[in-house]
T-cell receptor, first 117, second 115 residues
Framework: GAVVSQHPSWVICKSGTSVKIECRSL??????MFWYRQFPKQSLMLMAT?????????EQGVEKDKFLINHASLTLSTLTVTSAHPEDSSFYIC?????????????FGPGTRLTVL | AQKVTQAQTEISVVEKEDVTLDCVYETRDTTYYLFWYKQPPSGELVFLIRRNSFDEQNEISGRYSWNFQKSTSSFNFTITASQVVDSAVYFCALSGGFGNEKLTFGTGTRLTIIP
C-alpha cells in the first residue's frame, strides 16, 4: 500500500517551454500533497503544499507563477514549470499524505528529473 | 522553528558491520512526528519509520532499529549486519501535528557499505 507515482520520470526540454509533472496516489486518497526540489547531493527543499480543491501554499522564495500547482482530485496533483530555463533543471519529487487514520506520513513518488537545455 | 541535524555527512563501513546514523532535532511543538527515509541511487525516497512524540519506545524491524530519546532530542537509526543493498542516503525528518505537517529534513547521511 501507500504507493505514489510520478510521470514522467525524466524529461528534457528546450528553454522557454513548459513542462507538466503529474503526481498520483495509487491506493489511497490524499487531500494534501507536497512538491519538493532536490539539487545534487543536497537535501529536499519544500516548494509548495498542494491541497485538494484549493490554492497551493508556496514556500518563501518560490515563484507561484512559474511553478503552477493544481490539485484537482484526491489522487492527483500536477506541477507545471512554465517557461523553463536551465536553472530550473533539477530533481522534482512529490509526496502524498495519507489522509486516513490521522497519520502524518508522507509517501514519496519516484521523482522527475528535469533537464532544460 | 523546526530543525533537524544529521552531523554525519558520509559513512563507510565494511559489509556485516553495524552502523548507527545520528539525528538530532529541535522543535517547540509538544506533538510532533519523526521519520527516517532511505534514498537509494534511483532517487525514490522510501519510508522507513514514523514515531510520534508520545511514543519513546524503541523499535526493531529486522536489521533496522531506532532509538528515540526525548531527553536528548535524538532519533538514531542503527543497521545491524549491514549489507551492500543498504548503501543509500538516509534522511531524518520532523513534522508537527495536524495543521503543521510540513516535513523538515536533515541534510542526509550518505552510507556506503563496502563489500
Amino acid at each position: 500500500g501507500a504507493v505514489v507515482s510520478q510521470h514522467p520520470s525524466w524529461v528534457i526540454c528546450k528553454s522557454g517551454t513548459s513542462v507538466k509533472i503529474e503526481c498520483r496516489s495509487l491506493d489511497f486518497q490524499a487531500t494534501t500533497m507536497f512538491w519538493y526540489r532536490q539539487f545534487p547531493k543536497q537535501s529536499l527543499m519544500l516548494m509548495a503544499t498542494s491541497n485538494e480543491g484549493s490554492k497551493a501554499t508556496y514556500e518563501q522564495g518560490v515563484e507561484k507563477d512559474k511553478f503552477l500547482i493544481n490539485h484537482a482530485s484526491l489522487t492527483l496533483s500536477t506541477l507545471t514549470v512554465t517557461s523553463a530555463h536551465p536553472e530550473d533543471s533539477s530533481f522534482y519529487i512529490c509526496s502524498a499524505r495519507d489522509s486516513a487514520g490521522g497519520t502524518y506520513t508522507q509517501y514519496f513518488g519516484p521523482g522527475t528529473r528535469l533537464t532544460v537545455l | 522553528a523546526q530543525k533537524v541535524t544529521q552531523a554525519q555527512t558520509e559513512i563507510s563501513v565494511v559489509e556485516k558491520e553495524d552502523v548507527t546514523l545520528d539525528c538530532v532535532y529541535e522543535t517547540r511543538d509538544t506533538t510532533y512526528y519523526l521519520f527516517w527515509y532511505k534514498q537509494p541511487p534511483s532517487g525514490e525516497l522510501v519510508f522507513l519509520i514514523r514515531r510520534n512524540s508520545f511514543d519513546e519506545q524503541n523499535e526493531i524491524s529486522g536489521r533496522y532499529s531506532w532509538n528515540f530519546q526525548k531527553s536528548t532530542s535524538s532519533f538514531n537509526f542503527t543497521i545491524t549486519a549491514s549489507q551492500v543493498v543498504d548503501s543509500a542516503v538516509y534522511f531524518c525528518a520532523l513534522s508537527g501535528g495536524f495543521g503543521n505537517e510540513k516535513l523538515t529534513f536533515g541534510t542526509g547521511t550518505r552510507l556506503t557499505i563496502i563489500p
